[in-house]
């Protein structure tokens, strides 16, 4: 299956961002994309993974939106015995490296505030962090799944 290229795939995931597509949806979008995948379903069935699954704080939806995009790739269709790797093991791939880039996988270690909490959420946006932080953390997601899928072609 033909890829766009890690830099296009960004460049797509970036510009996303400044749509203001959530952070999940913007990892799915370019994820999708660059894999030549088009389908109604996308963004939305993204979207509740936002803000680490609807603004709870848990896993970042950069995250959870890159592994949806690996899904593309490497998620089953039926279930079939194991062979060498196990089903989701991509997913535990991106974990690993995201947390060792990052030190973290919730949103509130990563951002140093928890957007769930009123006030904080006003601080997230008087230091515009989706700009600042999110997005870094969106392009870092993409280009980690980006990678595995280019090591594993």
Not at 64 to 82: C, F, H, N, Q, W
Not at 87 to 96: F, I, M, Q, T
Not at 131 to 150: E, F, P, Q, R, V
Request: proline share 5%; hydrophobic share 35%; aromatic share 8%.
């Amino acid at each position: 299956m033909p890829m766009l290229s890690k830099e296009e795939t960004l460049k797509l995931a970036k510009s996303y961002t400044g749509q203001r597509f959530l952070c999940s949806e913007s990892c799915l979008m370019a994820l999708a994309k660059c894999q030549g995948v088009e389908s109604p379903l996308i963004p939305r069935i993204a979207t509740g993974f936002g803000a680490g699954v609807g603004r709870s704080g848990e896993t970042c939806g950069a995250v959870t939106g890159a592994v949806m995009g690996l899904s593309i790739r490497y998620g089953r269709d039926k279930v079939e015995p194991m062979k060498d790797r196990h089903p989701y093991w991509y997913a535990a791939e991106l974990l690993n490296r995201f947390r060792e880039e990052h030190g973290e996988l919730r949103c509130p270690a990563l951002l140093g505030l928890d957007i769930a909490v009123p006030a904080d959420y006003e601080e997230y946006n008087k230091k515009n962090l989706w700009l600042h932080n999110c997005t870094k953390y969106i392009l870092s997601a993409t280009s980690i799944a980006w990678d595995i899928i280019d090591e594993n072609k």
